[in-house]
């Protein structure tokens, strides 16, 4: 169970930075480098190729691999596994390093990862073993090996002031924490935890009514506490949350058995949970009378004629006192589209990329109950054009949760300060809206 | 921080200008910030692929600086170029032991690991002490770095790590205090357990169990370590597999994919080997929500977790059955998410939610990539044939679907109604002309043969099928084989139904004639001469032969073989469960995993027992049995009367298997009934087998109807056969028919009957 190595490309499908490959042929990497290329060129759509791509050896040796791949941010990186190795293996091992290098450089680009390739360097030769063994991984650990580029590091070395770094190396005990995602020792003035909560409803929705509706969310946390707190969250609806999954540092046993959240958290920004909304009275995926409705309803009348169409759609909200803070929605008219020319309602705006074909109508702050709607029609090359078959509507609601997930009570053991809590909730929804 | 500071760094630098330059740095270079920056630009040069091996020697100097940073650069360096220097290699020792027993533990971890990566006898002679005093160390990062080390040290010299205790101290890692220290022993141990050269490693219970303990402090990695080697823990009893299935199920709350489905994994084994029915269905509901959970991550992971559950639920028909809206897909979702979402719905679909089903695959139909649209336009199709209830209204969608006119949705549609009139016979032939409107989009040659078939078994329905046969026949011979075979069946049925049109007896006689003179092929020309004899011997009898009641249809043929299904099932996750296929067929030097037969293994289980590692070759989908020639293998059935023929086919109905008309799939475990004797006696896939019989040692009894069942149903298999090849393209190829010997036999076969005065 090991990749063999991480390889990052990026956009026109150049290698920025790879790991060693030392127990690999030297062309091991390029042959995955070559077949992603080739499928990538050969797919009309990027986001269409297969994430795990089967790479053929040469007809001599008959040792067949596979290309695990992820596009992220203007970069794409590539996880060659051999064997019979577990790809989510390696897409959580992606998605972990990908975690490591945003908090190291905030951002993740092709100009960051070869302004700081030393750094990239050094955290794989740290987080990924040379057969492949993922090593350390969580970013507290991390810090103490491999030391971050921050400002001050920069301006010290400019300087030639490298001292600080350097007493910094001589103390350090990696791994002296017990605890593998804690480090030990760490001291605050301020000592504060917040919790993020993000709902994302998720939905399918048609003139038959709603076919297929969950809500999922998830408990961002950002931890700034001394010492070694262990810290016992409670929800005031937890029964409510189920499908829970949780970061390593939550004992599973307790909220098992009273659905408290008992934790030593780890320093900075983790997910702490993601879990499921289920309202009140369902208690079943499937039954539809008991699914939180979606918040607006969608008129959409679209004709297609030869050569072009054209469509109306209406936008009414559902909340009852609340604002929408975003909503955006998205339609694509099909190949060869053009000449689009639409009316939207006060307020609102659209606008169209013929790369994409893709309508976008932008509203801001929709009022309770507001209604808004966008009108227009559109030429097309094709014949018989062929536009989705559904409406993306993505929204945000602010301050606002579907679950009304409220933190009942946290308490903290383990050290005599008081911590500072902060709370806060946010929707969204991303719904496909057929007509 | 300004953008492209470094990246300056790529530019190619030169040996000669570096190696001034760290000349250069040796004075005056106090902070040893000169150094820093030359290794940086050395180290950036690696990056690019620019051989930088000609510095060794100045490098490897910079070694005694006492600075961390310059340390960990000097040691890339040797992990890049250490392996092709074994003459230098020795210059490096010495830094390497001083380093080995720093003060600090990152250093003495750096200084073990980088010699375990560099496999010369001098470095590995200079490391086996230090490994063993690494492996005690007091500092864990240290322990746990060098366990990972034993695993490269076996990797280069599995007796040196043998002889030197190697393994006993990983094995006794194994109850180390600190967590990540036990899961890099136990991915150590795994490693080389898996090299297959000596040393197995297996786990017994109460090791498992003391793994198990260190599973909650473990990083996700960890887990997974910890969590897959429990597939080296036969259970021998039924409890320890309950109490181990218990105590790990709460895993599959964890926040990482991985070791959400490697829990699944494990259950999924261990479920092998347990009797609680209850504690199995518990475990089966608890299943189903992690999954669904996964879903809701990136494309790729979703991907992978699809793929996983189209297996699980094959296995374990409880998971998810309620589920089928979660794989609903969205418009925008990538097209290899959706294609696997469309599978599982299949799956999934039964009476209750056949409906919802239904509607959803209409609304796919219209959609725009092509290859899913057929997909979900052969999905209805399969779905009329597999529910029953359903099949009108899914009739009714595919002509709605028809009506399009957009041609690769027509000719899928044709393609699986085919299949329906087959399945349902006498209920929906009423479509027919509307079907017969279309002929001029057919384009394809799967979709011309099946609309060709349609034409050709109900020609007494259609009252211009002469002239229908005649146009498509005008092509004859630029058609490929599937059409041509088709036509040349169809024409024969044609002419039987209308022996008195004058086209029809045109028709066939001009198709016989190319079949038998002009073609190459011998599946072709063998069937030509076949029908052309049958037709010349007695036109009522042939009618009955070619025309005979044409064996039920199923859907069982995309259904895998159970016991290839556990075998597969141990592999969740990985690999194997992508391609659907056991990875030794495809990775070399993989081990395929099997079950192995303990007092704890459960009966059902047992009996599906693969024990070759071969992956089985596909079934065929129904049984041809029938007179003739005995084949070895069937030598054991009583003599084959005609009928008998009914009998075997109600025979196997009861064992479930190959001939049953719906998947029951809801019942799931019922199919375990069958025994595995029933697959054995089943024919080989040479659907040629049987047609040696029709003129072998019964030549003489041609014109007897119970040779015509086996004739009628030799020539559907050899349809269906055609089109398995077609539709398996990623799966596993099904035998070729053997073209010499049967070209052969039928030539004897012919001279037979010519002598016989036929």
């Known amino acids: 169970m090991s990749v063999d190595g991480i390889i990052i490309l990026e956009n026109s499908g150049r290698p920025i930075i790879q790991s060693g490959f030392r127990s690999t042929n030297a062309t091991y990497p390029l042959l995955h480098i070559d077949t992603l290329n080739n499928a990538l060129a050969s797919s009309p759509q990027k986001e269409d190729v297969d994430p795990v791509l089967y790479v053929p050896g040469y007809i001599s040796d008959g040792k067949h691999s596979a290309c695990c791949h992820v596009k992220c941010g203007d970069v794409r990186i590539l996880a060659p596994i051999r064997g019979d190795v577990d790809p989510l293996f390696a897409f959580a091992f992606i998605h972990t390093f990908v975690e490591i290098l945003q908090d190291y450089f905030g951002t993740l680009s092709a100009a960051t990862l070869r302004d700081n390739f030393d750094v990239v360097y050094q955290l794989l030769e740290e987080t990924l073993d040379s057969i492949g063994y993922p090593n350390t991984t969580s970013p507290n650990q991390l810090r103490d090996i491999v030391l971050p580029p921050s400002l001050l590091h920069k301006i010290l070395s400019v300087t030639g002031v490298s001292g600080l770094s350097n007493a910094g190396h001589g103390n350090i005990t990696p791994f002296s924490s017990p605890i593998p995602w804690r480090k030990a020792g760490l001291r605050y003035n301020n000592n504060e935890i917040y919790f993020d909560v993000t709902e994302v409803l998720k939905a399918i929705a048609g003139p038959t009514g709603t076919l297929y509706c969950e809500v999922q969310g998830k408990v961002d946390s950002n931890s700034r506490l001394s010492g070694t707190p262990d810290l016992q969250l409670t929800f005031t609806n937890p029964d409510y949350l189920v499908d829970a999954s949780f970061h390593s540092c939550v004992r599973l046993r307790r909220w098992q058995r009273d659905k408290a959240l008992s934790f030593v958290p780890p320093d900075g920004r983790f997910t702490l949970m993601e879990y499921r909304y289920l309202p009140p009275t369902s208690r079943s995926l499937s039954a539809p009378s008991t699914q939180v409705p979606v918040p607006f309803t969608l008129k959409p009348v679209v004709t297609i004629e030869e050569d072009g169409g054209s469509f109306s759609v209406s936008l009414t909200s559902r909340l009852s006192t609340r604002l929408f803070d975003e909503i955006v929605v998205e339609f694509y008219l099909g190949d060869g589209s053009s000449g689009v020319n639409c009316t939207a309602s006060h307020g609102t705006s659209w606008s169209f990329d013929s790369r994409t074909s893709k309508i976008r109508w932008d509203l801001k702050t929709v009022p309770p109950s507001g209604t808004h709607t966008l009108r227009g029609s559109w030429a097309s090359s094709k014949k018989y054009p062929r536009p989705a078959a559904a409406f993306r509507v993505k929204y945000d609601i602010a301050k606002y949760s579907y679950s009304s997930i409220k933190i009942d009570q946290l308490r903290m053991s383990g050290e005599t300060y008081k911590p500072f809590k902060g709370f806060r909730a946010n929707s969204k929804g991303d719904v496909d809206w057929r007509w | ?184 022993a136990v991915a150590a141990l795994s490693e080389i357990g898996d090299r297959n050269d000596g040393v197995t490693f297996k786990l017994n219970f109460h090791v498992a169990n003391k793994l198990l303990t260190a599973l909650g402090e473990s990083s996700e990695w960890g887990q997974i370590y910890i969590l897959d080697s429990l597939l080296r823990f036969v259970p021998d009893d039924t409890k320890d597999a309950e109490m181990l299935a218990e105590r790990i199920i709460i895993q599959m709350q964890h926040a990482n994919s991985a070791v959400v489905l490697t829990t699944i994994k494990i259950l999924l084994y261990l479920m092998n080997y347990m009797d609680n029915r209850k504690l199995v269905d518990h475990i089966c509901k608890k299943m189903g929500p992690p999954l669904v959970t996964i879903l809701s991550s990136g494309p790729e992971v979703q991907y992978v977790a699809l793929r996983n559950i189209l297996l699980i639920i094959q296995r374990r028909p409880t998971v998810l059955r309620n589920d089928v809206k979660v794989f609903f897909c969205k418009y925008n979702d990538p097209i290899y998410l959706k294609l696997a979402k469309l599978e599982i719905m299949y799956r999934l679909a039964r009476e209750e939610n056949a409906r919802e089903v239904l509607a959803e695959l209409e609304e796919y139909a219209s959609e725009v990539d092509i290859d899913f649209v057929r997909k979900a336009v052969r999905s209805i199709g399969r779905l009329a044939i597999k529910v029953k209830p359903a099949a009108d209204s899914c009739i009714q969608s595919l002509l709605k679907l028809i009506e399009t006119k957009v041609t690769y949705v027509v000719q899928e549609a044709i393609i699986v109604t085919k299949d329906i009139f087959r399945r349902y016979p006498g209920q929906y032939e009423g479509i027919i002309p509307t079907l017969c409107e279309n002929l001029d989009l057919l384009d394809e040659p799967e979709a011309k043969a099946a609309m060709i078939w349609i034409i050709g078994q109900f020609a007494n329905r259609i009252d211009n099928a002469d002239e229908l046969m005649d146009d498509l026949v005008y092509s004859f011979l630029e058609e490929s084989t599937e059409v041509q075979l088709a036509l040349l069946t169809a024409s024969v049925k044609l002419f039987i139904y209308k022996s008195s049109s004058e086209t029809a007896k045109q028709l066939v006689h001009k198709v016989l004639k190319w079949t038998t003179e002009e073609i190459d092929n011998p599946d072709l020309r063998d069937r030509g001469f076949m029908y052309w004899r049958l037709l010349a011997i007695n036109p009522a009898v042939a009618g009955e032969i070619v025309l005979v009641e044409k064996p039920a249809i199923t859907t069982d043929s995309d259904r895998m073989d159970r016991g290839a299904l556990d075998q597969l099932l141990l592999h969740t996750g990985t690999l194997g469960s992508i391609y659907h296929k056991n990875p030794e067929t495809f990775i070399r030097g993989a081990a395929g995993r099997q079950l192995i037969d303990t007092p704890a293994l459960n009966q059902t289980s047992r009996q599906m027992l693969v024990i070759v590692t071969h992956p089985n070759a596909p079934r065929a989908p129904v049984k041809v049995s029938g007179p003739g020639p005995l084949e070895p293998h069937r030598e054991k059935q009583a003599p084959v009367r005609s009928d008998t023929m009914v009998e075997t086919g109600n025979l196997l109905g ?105």
Request: charge should be negative; glycine fraction near 6%; charged fraction near 30%.
């Open chain 2, 1 to 184: 921080m300004s953008q492209g500071q470094d990246a300056k760094l790529f530019q190619r630098g030169k040996i000669q200008e570096f190696r001034a330059e760290l000349l250069a740095a040796e004075s005056k270079d106090k902070k040893f910030t000169k150094r820093k920056t030359v290794l940086k630009k050395i180290v950036a040069n690696i990056t690019m692929g620019n051989d930088m091996s000609p510095l060794f020697t100045d490098v490897v100097q910079c070694l005694g600086t006492p600075l961390l940073e310059i340390k960990k650069m000097v040691y890339l360096f040797l992990v890049s170029y250490g392996r092709s220097k074994p003459d230098q290699i020795h210059l490096v020792i010495p830094s390497f032991l001083q380093d080995c027993n720093d003060r600090n533990p990152v250093i003495r971890a750096l200084a073990i690991r980088t010699m375990s990566y560099i496999p010369i006898p001098v470095v590995t002679e200079a490391m086996t002490d230090q490994l063993r005093h690494c492996l005690k160390d007091k500092d864990p990062y240290v322990r746990k770095t060098a366990a990972i080390c034993v695993a490269k040290l076996y990797a280069t010299d599995p007796k040196k790590a043998e002889r030197g205790g190697f393994v006993e101290m990983l094995r006794d890692l194994l109850v180390d205090p600190n967590p990540t220290v036990v899961s890099n």
């Open chain 2, 654 to 758: 009861e064992g479930n298997e190959p001939n049953v008309i719906e998947d029951e799939e809801e019942e799931g475990e019922e199919e375990e009934a069958l025994s595995p004797h029933v697959k054995l006696e089943q024919v080989s896939q040479d659907p040629y087998a049987d047609l040696d019989g029709v003129f072998g040692s019964h030549g003489d009894q041609v014109d007897e109807p119970q040779s015509a069942v086996s004739q009628a149903s030799i020539e559907d298999e050899l349809e269906r056969a055609q089109r398995q090849r077609q539709q398996t393209s990623t799966g596993s190829e099904p035998a070729k028919p053997k073209r010499n010997g049967t070209f052969r036999q039928s030539i004897a076969a012919f001279n037979q009957i010519s002598q016989l005065g036929l």
